[in-house]
């Protein structure tokens, strides 16, 4: 099994390279997939880990008409 993150994405051959790996299990991940599956499993992550990205909540009014 293998994680792939990259800040820039992935070219098109390195996703194919990734989906014919047979023998092999590859994930790659782009920076807003991290994010994305870092806010969803936040609260089950440990605290050690947790603590390397921090999350708090940010609230704000939006008025409309």
Known sequence: VGLFV?????????RMEARLQEKRRLMLLDMKQLFDLW???????????????????DYFLSLTN
């Open 6 to 14: 990259s800040l820039g994405g992935f070219t098109r051959d390195a």
């Open 39 to 57: 806010v969803e499993y936040y609260e089950k992550i440990p605290d050690e880990q947790r603590n390397l990205l921090h999350l708090k909540p």
